[in-house]
């Protein structure tokens, strides 16, 4: 019902734009939150955002350069990312959480996509 998108290789210092899209219900009050995992190493919160796009929320190594947005109109979530770094390459993936308020936390997701690779070339 989710399916992360957009992702792809490019050099350090690019921009990529991943999307969220939903289907199969309308996930406007839903948080959307955005994961990634690294070859080796746990899944790691990146971004969300509540329902009403009132609140985001970043992990600290990417403040400043990911954005997180949503169009509930066209159900849909977004990261931009700029500034790329190596370090960031992963799988990216979107979930959405009930409560509508974004968390930071895995457990507090009800539904999950299927992730996107994203490979940042140094």
């Known amino acids: 019902q989710l399916q992360a998108s957009g992702g792809g290789s490019v050099q350090a210092g690019g921009s990529l734009r991943l999307s969220c899209a939903a289907s199969g219900r309308t996930f406007n009050t839903y948080g959307i939150g955005w994961f990634r995992q690294a070859p080796g190493k746990e899944r790691e919160f990146v971004a969300a955002?509540?329902?009403?796009?009132?609140?985001?929320y970043y992990r600290d190594s990417v403040k400043g350069r990911f954005t997180v947005s949503r169009d509930n109109a066209k159900n849909k979530g977004y990261l931009q990312m700029n500034s790329l770094k190596p370090e960031d390459t992963a799988v990216y993936s979107c979930?959405?959480?009930?409560w509508g308020l974004g968390s930071g936390t895995n457990s507090d997701y009800d539904f999950w996509g299927r992730g996107t690779l994203v490979t940042v070339s140094s």
């Open positions: 979930a959405a959480d009930k």
């Open positions: 955002i509540a329902w009403s796009d009132a609140y985001t």
